[in-house]
């Protein structure tokens, strides 16, 4: 639009194009809706497969009236190609003058937002974030413009535009400055799930984001950097970038506990993104046997190791045996004989090959077959190869592949390592020590697969000895959120889910609270299949304020030697409160009189303890007639404090957190850098502020 009119009233301007993208955003589902497919479609399959179609398109494309439909707007230099907007969406934008031109070539406009709308025409009104064109919103700077010559940003309460605020990138007289926007976006109160950052995704956030989907990209991210935000960002990314290969290969976020993935399954939607798996580990590994026992400590750690591997490939592989006997096939009236020498030489040969051992298990009988067919041939004979696979089913050679390679089950396996002691000790001699060995021995020995009292760590075991049988569905994307809390054989799991494809890691080595956690990031990768990988860090943080973390930073020489603290954007003076209790009788009122002033801010309130300490806690609330939520569970207006178990607050944020005796959140741990490391975790889930109770001395790092 000509400079002269907007600058009359900008801010009428920009609600009126709103409500008009509002409109062609409905106009746009009512079309879709509207579709008959009864004349298109040859059977009621067709059919089916086109209305589900139809039926997420209109899901995609639903106003959801509490988020904004755009959040910027780009004003360039000159025209921009149609290959930079967004691919196939009918049309270019069309051309209008950036405001002050005085004789300068007019460029374009584009309001940058969640998903692409277009007019009746096919002309864009909103452009997708993830669209070629709107990267400079997130990449311009007055040292490098991008062709931008002025950067819009929009503030919104409620759902309804009510500020803007603008960036002259080209003008030598502004200078740089921090966006008070931005800032306020960052900082605003949050009532619902996670919510996304795609109006606020800083430049190194945005390279990560767009980075390609070929390559396996590792972020390292201390509390409030967004990589869990960014991971979800780039998936979103990665499906607008490369749908129909994605639609094909499938894609999988990985996260640490079902809490976790609902807290942010609504992110995703959000961007217009609705066909993406979630799972936690156990999900992936659950399908074989049902977990219904734990490990000691020291047993999981010993399960989780990568030499588990080598175990479990020895067992398997001790299944075949060398033959001893020709193979003897009849057929009518002719026997054709195939010596044992022959035979082991086929089975040398598969051996070599370290083929999985299901398919060589089915190779075999086809070699065997062959081996007569020449014979045939050699005969006289014209077998064609409906008289190998004939010959591949005889019962002699069955009961030949039978003999040399059984056919084996993942779960017994497992099971005979875990119940023979001999069996165990064959195929772990120079691998594992006799202590070790012993740690991972059932106390209680199964007599079936149904019977035993399968634990997680079994589940995981279970999945490796079923991919040395068969090999596992490779997807063509996977996330993995809290990463540093996998073992290595839980690494190898999801690696296999991706051994085709790529993956998206996110963690903090800081932030490890499972004994087998990872030390380094080369470990975890090359146990994941993607030592190659491009390991970027986040270090810039806008979560948690700079008391807050910088408070919590005190522990990481104890539990994360080395690794850079985050520098928080934010200085939020007050946010901060330690307060000692007098008699630990008196704690528990202590901490619903801190959650009765934290709820009388606005926005979401967590109170974080340690697991045995959530049931006194929980009673003591609803004596002063408070409700809480569980973790996962959506706050709303009238309900917004969450009472977190130590143990589940890993990944989740709160506009204020009131933490009960972090004493107790270290002792709740097998071992104190455990116990230091979940404190950390609960010391950095606040946005806005937190307080600290206790009545115990506090650990010796944060005096």
Known sequence: MPAHEESSNPLVRERAHLAASRAALRAMREDVQALDIRDVTANWVNAEVLQAQIDDRVKALADLSHTPLFFGRLDYLHEVGAEQTEGGSGGVARSAPAEGGGGRREGEQFYIGRRHVHDAQGDPMVIDWRAPVSQPFYQASKRNPLDVDRRRRFGYTGGELTAYEDERLTDPTEAEQTSKLLQAEIERPRVGPMRDIVATIQPEQDEIVRSGLGG????????GTGKTAVGLHRVAYLLYAHRERLARTGTLVVGPNRSFLHYIEQVLPALGELEVQQATVEDL??????????????????????????????AIRSHVTLPTEPVVVVRGSRRWRVPAYEVEQMVGELLARDMRYGAAHEALPQRIAHAVLVRMEE???????????????????????????????????????????????????GLLTEDEQKQIVMTRPARSVKSAKWTAADAVLIDEAADLVARTHSLGHVVIDEAQDLSPMQYRAVGRRCSTGSAT???????????????????????????????????AGFRVPREVIAYASRLLPAISPGLAPVESVRETPGSLAVRAVAAPEELDAAVVAACEESLRHEGSIGLIAADARVPSLSAALAA????????????????????????????????????????????????????????????????????????????????
């Open 624 to 703: 002063a007639g408070h409700s809480c939520l569980s973790p996962g569970e959506e706050t709303t207006a009238q309900s917004r404090l969450t009472l977190v178990p130590a143990s589940l607050a890993k990944g989740l944020e709160y506009d204020y957190v009131v933490l009960d005796e972090p004493a107790a959140v270290v002792d709740g741990e097998p071992d104190e850098r455990t116990g230091l490391r979940r404190l950390y975790v609960a010391l950095t889930r606040a946005v806005s502020g937190l307080v600290v109770l206790h009545a115990a001395p506090l650990p010796e790092r944060l005096g």
């Open 379 to 429: 005969a006289g004979e014209a077998p064609d190869d409906r008289v190998q696979n004939a010959v591949a089913r005889n019962p002699a050679v069955k009961a030949a592949v039978k003999a040399v390679w059984p056919a084996v089950d993942p779960a017994k396996l497992v099971l005979r390592l875990l119940t023979d002691t001999e069996f165990l000790a064959a195929h772990a001699e």
């Open 285 to 314: 590994v659950a399908a074989r046997v049902e977990v219904r026992g734990t490990d000691e400590s020291a047993a999981a750690v010993v399960k989780g190791d990568a030499r588990m591997a080598e175990v479990l490939r020895r």
């Open 216 to 223: 396996t990209v590792c972020v390292q991210g201390g509390p």
């Open 505 to 539: 890691v996110l963690g903090d080595l800081a932030q490890g609270t499972t004994p087998w956690s990872t030390r380094s990031w080369e470990q975890a990768l090359f146990h994941l299949g993607k030592p190659d990988a491009l390991v970027e860090e986040l270090t």
